[in-house]
């Protein structure tokens, strides 16, 4: 039985090449509002690489940046991953063998995806094997605790 999606998945169990851009998407939109966007960019950055790796993502060229450092001109690499498509710091390599684009087309968008967070963290982070360390020990969601009253009348000391 010849399955479509075959070629693009290397293990059984590893999730498909569709599922892994809808992740990316997810998390790199997440990323801009959230509180640890550093994990979140690493992690789209690491999927990216083991993609490309894998031959389910392709760089296709360079872009100029939207939001260059130190206000000064700066590209990004173009990556294209099925309908998708992702911008990640460039290598040295990928000036040599990349085209480069000029400026990012504002009209070019990426479909949407329906995936929240935790499922598209969920979902890459088993595909590269980070794990997300909290700063912060107290970050865990903290329990609710009921109030404690005293009957009227009763003092608290």
């Given at each position: 039985m010849n399955n479509p999606n075959s070629q693009n998945e290397s293990l059984p169990h590893s999730p498909s090449t569709v599922n892994l851009a809808q992740a990316i998407f997810t998390v790199n939109r997440h990323a801009k509002t959230a509180m640890n966007p550093k994990f979140l960019y690493s992690l789209k950055k690491k999927a990216l690489i083991r993609m490309i790796q894998e031959g389910r993502a392709k760089k296709t060229g360079l872009h100029f940046s939207n939001n260059p450092k130190n206000s000064q001109?700066?590209?990004?690499?173009?990556v294209t991953c099925g309908a998708y498509t992702f911008h990640m710091p460039p290598c040295k390599e990928d000036f040599h063998n990349l085209p480069h684009f000029g400026r990012l087309d504002q009209k070019t968008r990426n479909p949407r995806s329906n995936m929240n967070l935790m499922e598209a963290k969920k979902i890459l982070q088993?595909?590269?094997?980070?794990?997300?360390?909290?700063?912060?020990?107290?970050?865990?969601?903290?329990?609710?605790?009921?109030?404690?009253?005293k009957p009227l009348g009763q003092s608290y000391y």
């Amino acid at each position: 039985m010849n399955n479509p999606n075959s070629q693009n998945e290397s293990l059984p169990h590893s999730p498909s090449t569709v599922n892994l851009a809808q992740a990316i998407f997810t998390v790199n939109r997440h990323a801009k509002t959230a509180m640890n966007p550093k994990f979140l960019y690493s992690l789209k950055k690491k999927a990216l690489i083991r993609m490309i790796q894998e031959g389910r993502a392709k760089k296709t060229g360079l872009h100029f940046s939207n939001n260059p450092k130190n206000s000064q001109q700066q590209s990004d690499v173009l990556v294209t991953c099925g309908a998708y498509t992702f911008h990640m710091p460039p290598c040295k390599e990928d000036f040599h063998n990349l085209p480069h684009f000029g400026r990012l087309d504002q009209k070019t968008r990426n479909p949407r995806s329906n995936m929240n967070l935790m499922e598209a963290k969920k979902i890459l982070q088993a595909y590269t094997g980070m794990k997300e360390k909290h700063a912060n020990p107290s970050y865990s969601k903290k329990q609710y605790k009921q109030p404690v009253f005293k009957p009227l009348g009763q003092s608290y000391y």
